[in-house]
């Protein structure tokens, strides 16, 4: 039994040594879509991707994307709801209520709001909701369309790994996970 002692801990000292590598990414972040100071509405810059009017209150819409892309590069903290860290629900629910409108703070209540569209219906400012859990039944993750090019669809969320980004539709995970999208403007 002394014997095996040593192999015991060397065992255990060996298993202890593994950890899981961390993904490292760059200290800038690149953004794809920013926010616009104001709607100018003249189209003179074709080269800045800028919020255009699709919906009925285009301007709300427009609103809500534009704070919610200022948050952009914010770290992810479950809860959060300021720039010291925020997580997908409290993007959008201070998005929502720095424009006057009242929202759901949570995820799976705000998937209950709105009108359900088909994916190719989707139009800026729709919201899109994930199943990231292999184990949870329950809608778990939202993001706003910030963007659709060429039946690719972007969206602003609030990542666990990458903080507030702008995410593809046709990004692997998210295309997996999605479950649906609603329009509440």
């Not at 202890?16 to 616009?36: F, G, H, L, M, N």
């Not at 800028?50 to 200022?70: P, Q």
């Not at 995820?107 to 199943?131: C, P, T, W, Y």
Request: proline share 2%; with cysteine; charged share 25%.
């Amino acid at each position: 039994m002394k014997k095996t002692y040593p192999f015991i801990i060397l065992f255990i000292f060996l298993g202890s040594c593994i950890a899981k590598k961390k993904t490292t990414y760059a200290k800038e972040r690149t953004i794809t879509v920013e926010a616009s100071p104001e709607n100018s509405g003249n189209g003179e810059n074709s080269n800045d991707l800028e919020v255009l009017e699709t919906h009925s209150s285009s301007t709300k819409v427009n609103d809500i994307i534009n704070t919610a892309l200022t948050y952009s590069g914010v770290r992810y903290k479950y809860g959060g709801t300021t720039k010291k860290g925020m997580d997908c629900s409290g993007l959008l629910y201070v998005a929502f209520k720095e424009n006057n409108i009242a929202f759901p703070r949570v995820s799976s209540a705000m998937a209950n709001q709105g009108k359900r569209i088909r994916v190719n219906q989707v139009e800026k400012g729709d919201l899109l909701f994930f199943k990231t859990s292999r184990r949870g039944k329950k809608i778990n993750h939202v993001g706003m369309v910030v963007a659709v090019e060429n039946d690719e669809i972007k969206f602003i969320h609030a990542s666990t790994s990458r903080g507030v980004i702008v995410s593809s539709l046709r990004e692997g995970y998210w295309n997996y996970s999605f479950v649906k999208a609603t329009r509440v403007l």
